[in-house]
């Protein structure tokens, strides 16, 4: 070193300068932290290059390099590999583009984030926002450009007879929106009055506090309402994510259905308003509470209050929706077709009722919606097809043509959770003492309601050769053998023993466990019960993010945390594997026995159209993968980043 420093002291100035250019220029430039680049023309260029099918997203279905290079706009050229990689990168210029930016300056922490951690920061900071609506002025512009809040000439809004708060507010601002007209419902709502209005669909009003919309979250892609069984497990996933007063918020939404409409909802549309859904307020209160860590327990006595009508008046309510046995039934009521399913959807039911009689399939549609035609046992079909509907399972082989049968496992346990905590919360927060509706009520009260009602249970539904609960119907007195993701509500609702536990953890490994997570249903059973080829979308060998997280959390109530780690890795694997195989798709469902958002059933799967970036990606997926998250331990989280294949860490 001292030599070369001694003859560069003889070299003339001008040698000793292009000397060091030299020594600098040979020396490796850093990448930049930081891309800033025009967006239009990188945009254009990535597309050009990349996106060979022209569907405004980079997968792995297009046939490009996977190599990209961007000039930045300090006249770096930067190359990006990978389809994930390029996929972030189109998602960001997105991202800026939306924001009516023509430069932007991208972080390459962003384009080179681990997949898990990008995934579940779009959640938390994006897609809830996105996914958020409220029923006012503000809110209702978005809400009305869905076709299912207007026929083709008049969009509406339908407001309870005894909400004078609400029906003051839209009588106010109904002049403020084109061709928008507010509807104020008959106090006594009966089947007949829905079925009169099923060709004037609106949306339905929600809570209206100081001027305000109380916020609601909706599922995702063409849904604009609230959904009542989707709300609960979206909470999940907002409370985790600190958003708890969108929880809070959808709670007092709930409260106020069952005030004026007299039952949480299928969902705020017209048509449902003879349809509730299944009923999960009273964890959705208590977690949401107890995570706020509120001191206001005179709003925990209100919801309470709320919970206790809806458990009295609808699910307790002696010849619908209870039975004669003390166990309770998905009871839709309704008149005619249900007017929300697809264009077809009955027609190869119809055609049979048409043929004879001698009649097209239309002629004899609209025989039957007029009342000119009769017939008992279309009735009694559509009476099941609703409360398939109400069950949130819609559609199932396994509900089909009988839900309005049978006592569902599912909904048994739920009603078993309520009781329970009824039991708590009157224990823990209201000094074991809660009047409601002139009598008053103690922790004992409901624990004997729910040892009773396990008692039935057992009798009933727990099947002691197959160890096992089934749905039972109470017409045929039969059990229905299939096997359903349903049948292990017990492990999530604490109602199973530990002896029908383990028993229950063992038939899941055996008939549902698949390589994505947990099947709706078995392959035999869906074989078994079909009766066409149509395949139902809460079927094999589809798989729900409800059903996951609550048997997750079963089994963790029991102590086979190591079966629900695995069971966690492989759903939160094949979301984090599809998103960046797909430029972050996130769906309503997956096929979870092919691993992928490609599933091939009745309405599509919602949430996979989009252009460059998913907006939101889908409510309960959104929240099971937040859930799975936080009950995942760290080093599997740690293989999750490295999408470590299943196969790698756990027996097939």
């Known amino acids: 070193m001292m030599n070369l420093i001694y003859i560069l002291t003889k070299l003339p100035r001008f040698v000793v300068l292009l000397s060091f250019i030299a020594i600098f220029s040979c020396t490796p430039s850093k990448d930049p932290e930081v891309l800033r680049v025009n967006i239009d023309e990188t945009l254009y260029e990535l597309e050009n290059d990349e996106d060979t099918d022209k569907d405004k997203k980079i997968t792995t279905e297009d046939t490009g390099d996977k190599q990209f290079e961007v000039e930045t ?41 681990p997949p898990v951690d990008r995934l579940s920061r779009l959640i938390k900071t994006k897609y ?104 609960y497990f979206e909470g999940i996933g907002l409370n985790i994510d600190g958003k708890y007063n969108l929880s809070k918020g959808m709670i007092e939404n709930f409260a106020y259905e069952i005030e004026h409409y007299g039952k949480i909802l299928n969902a705020n549309r017209s048509y449902y308003l003879t349809r509730s859904q299944p009923p999960f307020m009273s964890s959705f209160v208590i977690e949401t509470y107890e995570s706020m860590n509120l001191q206001d327990t005179v709003w925990l006595k209100e919801m309470l209050k709320a919970t206790l009508k809806e458990y009295f008046e609808v699910w307790m309510e002696t010849g619908k929706k209870l039975t004669s046995n003390g166990l309770s039934r998905y009871y839709g009521e309704g008149i005619g077709i249900p007017p929300e399913t697809e264009k077809g959807h009955f027609d190869e039911h119809l055609e049979a009722f048409a043929e004879k009689k001698d009649m097209t399939l239309e002629g004899f549609v609209e025989a039957y919606q007029s009342g000119k035609i009769t017939s008992k046992a279309l009735d009694e079909y559509f009476l099941h097809d609703r409360s398939l509907r109400e069950s949130g399972h819609d559609t199932t082989w396994r509900l089909d043509g009988t839900c309005a049968h049978l006592n569902t496992v599912s909904l048994n346990s739920l009603l078993y959770k309520y009781e329970t905590d009824f039991a708590y919360l009157i224990k823990t927060y209201f000094k074991d003492s809660f009047t409601y509706n002139n009598q008053t009520f103690d922790s004992e009260h409901w624990l004997q309601k729910a040892e009773n009602r396990k008692a039935t249970i057992d009798e009933v539904l727990w099947d002691d050769e197959n160890k096992t609960y089934y749905d039972y119907n109470f017409i045929t007195q039969k059990p229905l053998v299939y096997e359903s993701a349903t049948n292990y509500y017990p492990l999530w609702s604490k109602l199973a023993s530990k002896e029908q536990a383990k028993h229950l953890k063992n038939r899941l490994v055996k008939t549902l466990k698949a390589k994505g997570g947990i099947l709706s249903s078995s392959k035999a059973s869906t074989e078994e019960f079909a009766t066409s080829d149509v395949a139902r ?70 949430g996979t159209e989009f252009d460059y970036i998913t907006p939101s990606g889908f409510g309960w997926m959104n929240a099971s993968y937040q859930y799975g998250l936080k009950l995942l331990k760290p080093e599997l989280k740690e293989h999750l980043n490295q999408l470590k294949t299943p196969a790698e860490l756990f027996p097939e």
């Open 73 to 113: 706009l300090d006249g770096d050229r930067i190359q990006i590999e990978s389809t994930y990689h390029l996929s972030n990168l189109l998602q960001e210029l997105a991202i800026a583009k939306q924001k009516g930016l023509s430069e932007t300056e991208i972080p390459m922490q962003r384009i080179e984030e």
């Open 128 to 231: 809830w926002s996105n996914l958020t609506r409220r029923v006012d002025k503000e809110g209702l512009e978005r809400i009305l450009t869905d076709s299912k809040a207007s026929d083709s000439t008049l969009r509406r809004l339908y407001v309870p007879a005894t909400d004078t708060q609400g029906i003051k507010y839209f009588k106010s601002i109904e002049n403020d929106f084109e061709n928008f007209r507010v509807v104020v419902l008959p106090q006594n709502i009966t089947p007949e009055y829905v079925k009169s209005i099923n060709k004037k669909p609106g949306i339905l009003s929600l809570k209206i506090n100081d001027g305000k919309g109380v916020p609601f979250v909706v599922p995702g892609g063409r849904f604009n309402e609230m959904y009542g069984w989707d709300s």
């Open 537 to 606: 979308q809460w079927d094999y060998p589809n798989g729900w993010a409800p059903h996951q997280m609550l048997i997750w959390k079963g089994l963790i109530n029991y102590g086979y945390d190591t079966l629900a780690q695995e069971m966690i890795y492989r759903w939160l694997w094949m979301i984090t594997k599809n998103a960046t195989d797909y430029n972050g798709t996130i769906p309503e469902k997956y096929d979870v026995v092919n691993r992928t958002h490609k599933v091939y059933a009745e309405y599509g799967n919602v």
